[in-house]
């Protein structure tokens, strides 16, 4: 089992949206069994939020479903998962002063760095404070980016 974790800062809009087009795309590919998925926030402003409901809202319009609630990362989601999927530079950056070892720092990656369209050390843009737009750009970013990520994981990992 490969275990990925999709993070952001409040695990409300960016990373549940990361993770429930990753989980429609791996079902598509028939990869569902293989993995193990989850998204957190480095900060814990949401706690125990669901997705915030204009990201429920577009996600549904394209036929995907958003799950969990949102979550604080710790340092020991380090040892829980293979792939930390950061949404923006800053959270990156978050994460990685979180790491205790270099081993765990590897395991932190942009998600944008998987889509080969993307510019290197490309952000998925916060939504949070714009407009509907903003929600469908961020789903048309992890659509792009998670086919790229699902592309190396079957190539790379061999999943």
Do not use: K, W
């Amino acid at each position: 089992m490969l275990r990925l974790c999709f993070v952001c800062l409040g695990n409300i809009c960016r990373s549940p949206t990361a993770h429930g087009v990753f989980l429609r795309l791996a079902e598509e590919r028939g990869l569902l069994d293989r993995l193990v998925t989850d998204s957190a926030g480095t900060s814990a402003f949401h706690v125990g939020e669901r997705p915030d409901a204009r990201s429920q809202m577009a996600a549904r319009r394209r036929g995907f479903e958003l799950p969990g609630v949102a979550r604080q990362f710790t340092a020991e989601d380090f040892s829980r998962f293979d792939l930390i999927l950061a949404m923006d530079r800053t959270n990156r950056a978050a994460l990685l002063a979180m790491a205790r070892t270099e081993e765990e720092a590897r395991r932190v990656r942009l998600l944008r760095d998987f889509d080969p369209r993307s510019p290197r050390d490309a952000d998925v843009p916060d939504p949070y404070y714009g407009g509907d737009a903003g929600f469908e750009e961020v789903l048309d970013i992890c659509e792009a980016a998670c086919r790229g990520l699902l592309d190396y994981l079957e190539r790379e990992r061999r999943i």
